[in-house]
């Protein structure tokens, strides 16, 4: 009996059965899955680049609205205190709304906070705006969340890794955009305090003007918009709660979001300590220490992406296993450096281990994005906002027990100390087991083949 | 009497000594020679950008003849007393001139002379908010320091006076910044509009 075909849609690009890529074009923009992908990391850069401008400019701005040490302290915890609430809602957002109109809605609405610094003049007011700021950094979970929607299990690390080690230059790039802009206002003879306000006119005319690209030019799935995809009966419709709830009992969540915490956490406080490190420890000064903390973020340009590409390599010739392993491996080498870093007494010795650790534990952030798209098919979202979160949440608590001014050890003994918690919080992934899959020491229990729709209900 | 007045000078040339040899002077290793006095009253708060400082200074008498004979230059600045650096670790006092952030900002710098000076300073416009006192370096011909002298006292406590820094709100940049925020929020809500329209308009095909 002949079954009448269904006109398939042509792509630019090899795509599977769900019409996801299988191949990762990034100079490539007539497909869909491509599109989505620059739209994503772009958007996502552009909220990096807003979250991360205030501090090159913050000598200027602590005079200029009486900030103690506690203000700027608590402000920067609390720009990564918005982020962790943000991106728990981000999650299950993107799974009944869609990553488009999440990403779209969030950068357009926090592009009007980056504004309001115009109009503060206290501490209070500046820690709360921090705080409101970091809310932007929800648009990592529906960047994650649109790309494993886009492309296949053989690429979604690479293209996860990418689109977010690419976004995450953004905060590399800020520190050195900032001030070259401040002093290019001052050149019109404005005074300091008005010049830096005018300043950050430009971070969220930048983000605003990318949350309208995102809804004018890209899509959640392959084959159109969430709103017109057809439920199969396969598919039933999606309870907020049942997609919450099943993400949240799945156990595979938390130890990702720990672990993440102890790679992507641990690289936002390095971020935020380095160049007072180099500064106080080897008497740089300001312009190459602030040169040296450029650098770690902008190594995010290619070694995120190494990350997913190894992952993607590894998924390839050992299936999950090799992901969770290569995962486990370079997170703690990462963990080792973290150790070393704190105990090396040259300057150049530190910038060269520095710049080792930053490979490792940007890898180990892509590799970690390698294997949230295979937790759960069905609360992807609230999976990806967990990990997420589970990330900003290891920065809180790394810069809260090891970097504050109530510690009574020096910043090297913190720096190693958190490369041993970095070794200690990486243990549990071993623990990590798929039934269809297996998991670093056991096999699969089940056979993949007998696998059905059903089993989406599982996941 | 004779070795007083030679022990003076000879710890002052030792000290410099000392500095040129190891690079790093220090505050402790100053003697407060110079008499300073500026015109604003304790507590009195400036305006930066508008107000003016009137600064005296001169050599202190009752030291032994000869002591400023090292002197070339005499620079003035604005200092934060200890209740300006409460919790700001960017203005910290630290012994070691070199990394020392008391004084950050310059009045003037003049060749030395030993009574007569004045100058008046109009407050520049970016010194920001806070409490302040004025401190005097005097510098030998290897621009070290070798002597000072400060309006306040050795605690740094009493005699102080207050600028008010410029703010930098604008009426145009808080207009500015309402616009800016009004179009992104409604282009936002734009957007959901038409998206309805669209699908509206789709199911009545």
């Known amino acids: 009996m002949e079954v009448p075909s269904k006109t398939q849609p042509l792509f630019s690009i090899p795509v599977d059965s769900d019409h996801k890529a299988t191949e990762f074009k990034p100079f490539d923009l007539s497909s869909p899955h491509m599109r989505a992908f620059h739209l994503a990391w772009f958007s996502l850069f552009s909220c990096f680049f807003s979250t991360f401008s205030i501090p090159p400019l913050l000598p200027i701005i602590r005079d200029d609205l009486n900030l103690s040490d506690t203000d700027v302290g608590n402000a920067g915890i609390a720009s990564f205190a918005g982020s962790i609430f943000s991106r728990l809602a981000m999650g299950p957002a993107c799974d009944l709304v869609g990553p488009r109109m999440a990403s779209a809605t969030l950068s357009l609405l926090t592009a009007p906070v980056v504004f309001s610094v115009a109009f503060i003049s206290s501490p209070q007011a500046f820690i709360l705006l921090r705080f409101l700021i970091g809310f932007s950094l929800a648009n990592f979970v529906s960047s994650q969340f649109w790309m494993s929607s ?142 040296i903390a450029a650098t770690f973020g902008m190594a995010n340009c290619v070694s995120r992406p190494t990350g997913g590409v190894v992952s993607d390599e590894m998924g390839k010739r050992f299936g999950i296993r090799g992901r969770l392993w290569s995962l486990w491996l370079v997170q703690t080498v990462a963990g080792l450096l973290c150790v070393l870093l704190g105990r090396v007494n040259s300057l150049w010795g530190s910038i060269l281990v520095m710049c080792s650790f930053s490979l490792f534990v940007q890898a180990a952030s892509g590799l970690t994005f390698g294997v949230v798209p295979f937790v759960s098919k069905r609360s992807l979202g609230v999976i990806s906002g967990m990990t997420g979160s589970g990330g900003t949440v290891g920065a809180v608590v790394t810069q809260l027990l090891l970097f504050s001014g109530s510690n009574k050890f020096s910043t090297q003994t913190g720096i190693s100390l958190m490369g041993l918690t970095m070794l200690l919080c990486t243990l549990p992934i071993t623990l990590i087991y798929f039934p ?24 | ?76 600045k604005l200092c934060y007393p200890p209740i300006s650096q409460v919790d700001r670790a960017w203005r910290k006092t630290v012994d070691d001139l070199k990394k020392d952030k008391t ?71 808080d207009i500015a910044s309402v616009c800016f925020s009004a179009f992104s929020i409604l282009s936002l809500f734009g957007f959901f509009f ?3 329209r669209k699908t509206r308009a789709s199911q009545q095909k």
């Open chain 1, 150 to 291: 886009m492309f296949s299990s053989c690429v979604v690390g690479r293209a996860n890794g990418v689109a977010a080690g690419w976004a995450n230059v953004g905060s590399g790039l800020a520190q050195v955009v900032m001030p070259l802009l401040y002093t290019l206002i001052m050149r019109f003879n404005v005074q300091s305090s008005m010049a830096w306000r005018i300043a950050f006119i430009v971070p969220p005319i930048f983000q605003a003007a990318t949350g309208l690209m995102v809804l004018a030019f890209g899509q959640d799935l392959p084959d159109g918009n969430y709103k017109h995809r057809r439920r199969t009966s396969k598919e039933p419709k999606q309870k907020v709660f049942d997609v919450l709830f099943n993400g949240l009992k799945n156990y595979r969540g938390w130890i990702l979001g720990l672990t993440y915490g102890f790679c992507f956490g641990v690289e936002l406080t390095t971020d935020n300590i380095i160049a007072e490190y180099f500064y106080d420890r080897f008497n740089v000064n300001m312009d190459m220490a602030g040169l």
């Open chain 1, 436 to 459: 269809q899959w297996g998991g670093m020491f056991c096999g699969p229990s089940i056979e993949p083949d007998s696998i059905n729709d059903d089993y989406y209900l599982l996941v």
């Open chain 2, 1 to 76: 009497m004779e070795f007083r007045g030679l022990f003076l000078p000879s710890l002052l040339l030792f000290s410099c000594l000392t500095a040129t040899c190891y690079g790093m002077v220090t505050f402790s290793s100053l003697h407060r020679t110079l008499v300073v006095t500026a015109s604003p009253t304790p507590g009195q708060v400036l305006k930066a950008g508008e107000d003016q400082i009137t600064v005296t200074w001169s050599f202190n008498q009752t030291f032994q003849a000869g002591t400023d004979s090292t002197y070339k230059t005499v620079e003035l």
């Open chain 2, 103 to 173: 004084c950050q900002f310059k009045i003037v710098a003049k060749p030395y002379s030993s009574s007569d000076n004045s100058c008046t300073w109009t407050v520049e416009r970016d010194i920001p908010s806070a409490t302040y006192f004025v401190r005097a370096y005097a510098y030998n011909s290897d621009n070290v320091e070798v002597a000072y002298g400060q309006t306040t006292d050795s605690q740094k406590a009493t005699n102080l006076f207050e600028v008010q820094a410029i703010t930098g709100r604008h009426v145009s940049l």
């Open chain 2, 194 to 196: 038409m998206e309805k």
